[in-house]
């Protein structure tokens, strides 16, 4: 299983940016997907998550608000809609992939990962 992450890029504190995912996976519609972040000298901490179906949908608190999963199954894709962008928003974001169709919030949950995409928000 293939994940590309795009989209990421330099925007303004307070500024949008919308970054997608897209996977290689033949029977993508039957899983659970993720966004996962990790700054400079942190560990990698998950974002939000988001059913096989797209009904079910999860947010660590510190996006929740601001950031919306979404995914089209017809596409092969993840998307995650970031609003109100903070400095500390900043990092690279990875998609990952389970092999279950349930979301889940561990990194250890999910199988599959992206390469990542760097989001940077100036102050």
């Known amino acids: 299983v293939q994940l590309q992450a795009c989209g990421g890029g330099l925007v303004q504190a307070g500024g949008s940016l919308r970054i997608s995912c897209a996977s290689s996976r033949r029977t993508f519609s039957s899983y659970a997907m993720g966004w996962f972040r990790q700054a400079p000298g942190k560990e990698r901490e998950f974002v939000a998550g988001?059913?096989?179906?797209?009904?079910?949908?999860y947010y660590a608190d510190s996006v929740k608000g601001r950031f919306t999963i979404s995914r089209d199954n017809a596409k092969n894709t993840v998307y995650l809609q970031m609003n109100s962008l903070k400095p500390e928003d900043t990092a690279v974001y990875y998609c990952?992939?389970?092999?279950?169709?349930?979301?889940?919030?561990?990194?250890?949950?999910?199988?599959?990962w992206g390469q990542g995409t760097l989001v940077t928000v100036s102050s």
């Open positions: 988001i059913s096989w179906s797209g009904i079910s949908t």
């Open positions: 990952a992939a389970r092999d279950y169709p349930g979301l889940a919030r561990a990194v250890n949950e999910y199988a599959y």
